[in-house]
């Protein structure tokens, strides 16, 4: 069997498609690395926007943009209640908008409900207002468990749940992505909106955590 | 499909990894991700095909595959199927034929992921169901892609939210058309889905058009 770092896969014959892929692939990143230099010097891609969009996800879009709208909703119980009535409108308003996120909800935790938002499928995720989803997000343990069992992984997350608070679990099987809105946490009366979205962390916005207190946001607010 | 892909449910993968998200991400799984973001500007595919051809596989591959592998095959598997690139071409590397001009450059990748794709359409049929609702969701096994997962098949749930209408996967992702459809968020009781095991008032919340629901 010959394999080089180019593309030689050896055929498998457990999958008999007519557009049949099934090689062993060579080390996924020299896989990439070899289809980018492919792309690019076939002028399938510009290099310059590859950039753009790794630049984007990494400096402009991710868990802040969130964090500011869920601050916003709890200092502003108008645009808290514009968030659960119309999250693209209200979303949109901060400047937040685009690529998965273009069919927004937001749901509220409460004392007695709180919200946990997984893709069963495959791993859509609120890009506009979380970023690129976390490895944790895309593994087949949250994607099988979560929906069965939220309460152990929850637990794994270390938010252990009574039995009396429900847990509203969401499937994002269709476009509309989920913005879980976390608890205000207490002590926090006289913060004001900047202040508080450092508490609010990327978990928190799934569901798989708590909005940081001011005792744990390690007290430069 | 009944694939690999449709996780809900299934045993045996153990605890959540990496909860706290300390391991870093290598380098190749942001140029994994924006070379598959940036292609799909040629307008030869559309998402629901995109997540048909991550699915699409023999399960044990799927399940061997990282994550971005699957993007990255899938991507390979479209530009083929479209006639961007040749198998040959992602065999030896070498591009064949005349250069060609990208669609976008920076400034039309940057403006590409601000415009998104919206899938809400207009559609001219009166929505069957109401708020509140009771509906049993359709026991079918499609050979192509739906978003129906099979843990939610044959269940009693209530319509908890109307989205109007909505892209239907099940035709898109084969190019049969987008066939709008009204989307509904149905919801489920944990107990239901998942037996006494579950708890009781949990519940499950699904995106579904209304080709999966009937009255109950």
């Known amino acids: 069997m010959v394999m080089t770092v180019t593309r030689d896969r050896p055929m498998s014959h457990d999958h008999d498609h007519d557009h049949d892929h099934s090689h062993v692939p060579p080390e996924p990143a020299l896989r990439v690395q070899a289809l980018e230099s492919l792309l690019t010097r076939k002028g399938l891609v510009d290099p310059g926007a590859l950039e753009a969009i790794i630049e984007t996800y990494s400096n402009d879009v991710g868990p802040r943009n969130g964090a500011r709208v869920v601050a916003r909703s709890w200092v502003d119980p108008e645009y808290r209640q514009w968030l659960l009535d119309d999250a693209t409108a209200a979303i949109a308003h901060l400047g937040y908008q685009g690529r998965q996120g273009e069919h927004m909800v937001a749901v509220e935790n409460t004392d007695r409900v709180h919200n946990l938002v997984v893709c069963t499928l495959c791993s859509c995720y609120p890009w506009t207002v979380l970023g690129i989803p976390p490895t944790w997000y895309k593994s087949e343990a949250y994607r099988a468990r979560a929906v069965r069992e939220p309460r152990a992984v929850l637990r794994e997350f270390g938010l252990d749940l009574d039995d009396s608070v429900d847990i509203r679990l969401w499937d994002s099987t269709a476009e509309i992505r989920y913005l879980v809105i976390p608890q205000r946490p207490a002590g926090t009366d006289d913060w004001n909106e900047e202040a508080l979205a450092d508490l609010v962390t990327r978990d928190a916005m799934v569901g798989a955590g708590r909005a940081l207190t001011p005792d744990t946001a390690g007290g430069d607010a | ?216």
Do not use: C, K
Request: no cysteine; hydrophobic share 35%; net charge negative.
């Open chain 2, 1 to 216: 499909m009944n694939g690999a892909h449709d996780l809900g449910g299934m045993h045996g993968f153990g605890a959540v990894p990496d909860v706290l998200d300390t391991h870093p991400h290598p380098d190749w799984y942001n140029r994994a991700m924006a070379m598959t973001v940036v292609m799909a500007a040629w307008g030869r595919w559309n998402i629901d095909a995109s997540r048909r051809a991550r699915e699409d596989m023999h399960p044990a591959r799927y399940l061997g595959y990282g994550y971005y592998e699957r993007w990255v095959d899938a991507l390979e598997r479209l530009m083929v199927e479209t006639g961007l690139v040749t198998e040959e071409e992602l065999r030896t590397g070498e591009p064949a034929g005349e250069s060609l001009t990208p669609p976008v450059d920076a400034a039309g990748a940057r403006a590409m992921l601000r415009r998104g794709g919206p899938t809400e359409r207009d559609i001219d049929t009166q929505p069957r169901f109401r708020v509140g609702d009771r509906v049993v969701t359709t026991n079918e096994h499609p050979q192509g892609h739906t978003r129906l997962p099979r843990y939610a098949r044959g269940h009693e749930g209530i319509i908890l939210r109307h989205h109007g209408g909505h892209v239907l996967p099940d035709t898109n992702a084969h190019f049969q058309g987008e066939h709008p459809d009204h989307l509904y968020t149905v919801q489920f009781q944990a107990r239901d889905l998942w037996g006494s095991e579950a708890t009781e008032g949990d519940t499950v919340m699904l995106d579904l058009w209304e080709t999966y629901l009937h009255a109950q």
